[in-house]
């Protein structure tokens, strides 16, 4: 099998990579050979047997879908965009990179089956985003697709261009929204998000954190292990199962950041707990007071998607895959 | 105020032009300007004393929306598209023209307005193929947009485009969900939807009309006047009612095709009703099957769109515009 990811630089795509070449195999199938490919060239992963190439290619770029499906991959995951506030901000780029790489990438896969049959599995990272205030307290899976920016705009255009594309046989997608990531690994970032992995993951390094919200907010997360348990789920899945209604809003856990700061005490004690800093930001109030805080994701239940039950496991989950099992600080 | 009209050439592009010139304005203001674009060039309106511009016009070809777009018409009316069938059949025509076309304009105004301040109302004719089966009797307005075409898909896409666009600032959008247009003005055309008008036009003439489906087949209806009415008064409406979610499903006539010819009967009498013949056709009967049969439409009614609420009315709408007045046969 040979499998193309999109976007293999980023973390998600750094984590995706790792975990297919630890499994050796989507689906029982061996994995012979992997291209990974994203606007800087990515790492070769340490220990894989097969072919590897690594490239880099600006998907928006004419040409340069063909060129990554000339070599007719099985299995393609799409995990490039630029995210929400750069997409706000440059309206074009926005476009150029979410969209239009997405329609030239789908096109691409198109005139490859025109040339000689092919239609690949391809798995594509949408949004919560594609979802937009006001909203109910949980949002059910036919909730109705009303993004309040540019970048949920995009995301909710490539899921209707993969059912389209999907429908008439070009290809056979699987579009998973993925709930906040959490606890992100690395260095506290600009997102105005950033702060639901900050307060967690700085104090379990012995670092001090700040919190710029009450601790009443309610979100939506799931951890990076459980997002690539997704991505890779979605490339087994009978994608007779979800009809043309190819993107599904992925499992997750409804959180506050109150339930967040009780497991960090439970799991890292009270030193670490001491280390949050309340230091309230109005400008980030008033963004997540927009935000989706609970969803029910029957329907990827369902079809066998998985994610954490409590924030324990999210932070035991962290303790293991990053800090190597240790408690720092 | 001077009005562009793409698609000027169709059906309800006609009727638009001609109830605006009758008009004489929109919203109080003075019409000065008609520019009327098509793939083929659009008949001049009588009776019009303003400045007309008729032109072709590709808009999925490269500077044809800047070039309509450059004389900064202040309301333009879109409703250019290929239909259903042929978007169904060529894939890559149906992306051009109902989502290149879209786009393209979008842009131009976008661009326009950069170069100096622009902000027009842009109406734009959605479709209710933007909803898919399975859904409930009645579709509620937040029903989610699950298309089962390309058409619908490509309408859904151009909905999203409008609301982003809207939300920056960049156009004033509103999007339209016109019903079935009912009774559909000239000929039997090949469109699947066309037997609704076939057997109530062609009796009222005198001809007779092939039934292919079921009487307790129910649909979703307006009359080409209430069309009309409907994009003038998007037109028209304070669009800060909307919110950023700009396209509406419009008011209508859920009925069965009994009831249609019930009302055929009470209207013009059984001599008319004996000349619809019942033919089934089973490619017919499958496709519109899936077709919806009801939508509640409370928010277009609370924001003052109007349809017909008996087929009767509908009929007579039809014998004063196209019949003047009288039944033939």
Known sequence: MHI??????????????????????VGGSPIGRLTLADVVVPS??????????????????????AALVTSRPDLIFHLAAIVSGEAEADFEKGYRI???????????????????????????????????????EVIEDEFFSTPLTSYGTQKAICELLLNDYSRKGFVDGVGIRLPTISIRPGKP????????????????????????VSKDVRHWFASPRAAIGFLIHAAE?????????????????????G????????????????????????????????????????????????????????????IEDELGGKIGG
Chains 1, 2 share one sequence.
């Open 4 to 25: 193309l990811i999109i976007g293999a630089a980023g973390m998600v795509g750094r984590k995706l990579t790792a975990a297919l070449v630890a499994s050796g195999q």
């Open 44 to 65: 070769a992963p340490a220990g894989f047997t097969g072919k590897v190439d690594t490239l880099a290619s600006d998907l928006s770029a004419p040409g340069a879908a």
């Open 98 to 136: 979410n969209l239009d790489g997405m329609r030239f990438l789908l096109e691409a896969i198109r005139l490859e089956g025109q040339r000689e049959a092919y239609k690949p599995r391809l798995v594509f990272t949408s949004s919560i985003a594609v979802f937009g205030a006001p909203y109910p």
């Open 189 to 212: 970032n600009a997102a105005a998000s950033g702060f639901f992995s900050n307060i967690l993951r700085e104090p379990l390094s012995g670092i001090e954190a700040v919190l710029p």
């Open 237 to 257: 899945l009978d994608t007779k199962l979800l009809g043309w209604r190819r993107s599904l809003s992925a499992p997750g856990l409804s959180a506050t950041v």
């Open 259 to 318: 339930e967040e700061i009780e497991a960090l005490r439970r799991v890292a004690g009270d030193k670490a707990v001491a280390l949050i800093k309340d230091i309230p930001d109005a400008k980030i109030i008033s963004m997540v007071d927009g935000w989706p805080k609970n969803f029910s994701a029957k329907r990827a239940e369902s079809l066998g998607f998985r994610a954490e039950k409590t924030f324990d496991e999210i932070i035991r989950i962290h």
